[in-house]
């Protein structure tokens, strides 16, 4: 299951403490891994902007599509993360989450959103970023490619149907980035370093996709 979204302690940021006082112990207060969850996340958007899903593959240049791909990276990221046997798996896949989520705040505030919409718009986004996440999960662990493909003709191209030969590609690909995530140790990602590997052009496309 996709980490949970952080809830605020609204009576803690009521409090009327010193300012001063409250900005020193925010810096000692900061959340486990936070540093390192922000460099994997970063990671992910950079992979999820790859020309190639654009260019070669057709995926929408467009605000729901950006977020599309930069969640299916991000998923897969989260994936490997919780899947691993020591607990900071775990709580670094929680920190690559709310890094996610504090970034999508943000881009939306630089868009303009209001405040009172803001929080709407992002419980929007973290509804529709769980139920992807869900489905890329359900495909990977039943080995089932043809759902995987399925789940991203659905999410990202937004057409129900069979799976167009754009939404196998990218099934494939994030497929082979699933098990090259694995087969990476916990060790560089705690301290925020990955390797997302770049798109393989198909037998069909030109060599200079990638």
């Keep these: 299951m996709p ?18 006082a409250m900005g020193l112990s925010a810096l000692f207060r900061r959340k486990p891994h936070e ?16 020309p190639y899903f654009f260019d070669r593959l057709g995926a929408p240049d467009s605000l729901d599509g950006r977020f599309d791909l ?11 993360l919780r899947r691993d046997a020591d607990a900071r798996g775990a709580a670094l896949a929680q920190a690559v989450f709310d890094a996610m989520f504090a970034d999508m705040d943000v881009n939306l505030r630089e868009m ?22 869900q489905a890329y999960e359900a495909a990977l662990e039943a080995a089932d490619a043809e759902a995987f493909a399925a ?3 659905r999410n990202v191209w937004r057409s129900e149907g069979e799976a167009s030969p754009a939404a196998r590609r990218l099934a494939g690909h994030a497929r082979a980035t699933a098990a090259a ?7 560089p990602l705690l301290r925020g370093e990955v390797r997302f ?8 496309e030109p060599a200079d996709a990638a």
């Design 70 to 80: 930069v969640g299916l990276h991000v998923a897969l990221l989260i994936h490997r």
């Design 3 to 20: 980490p949970r979204r952080a809830r605020v302690n609204r009576i803690a940021a009521r409090s009327p403490k010193d300012p001063a």
């Design 112 to 133: 303009g959103v209001g405040d009172l919409a803001v929080g709407k718009r992002v419980r929007r986004m973290w509804e529709a970023f769980h139920g992807r996440a």
């Design 197 to 204: 590997p770049d798109p393989v052009p198909g037998p069909e």
């Design 181 to 187: 995530l694995a087969a990476q140790p916990l060790a």
């Design 35 to 50: 540093r390192a969850g922000f460099l994997l996340y970063g990671a992910a958007v950079a992979a999820a902007r790859h």
């Design 151 to 153: 789940a991203l003709q």
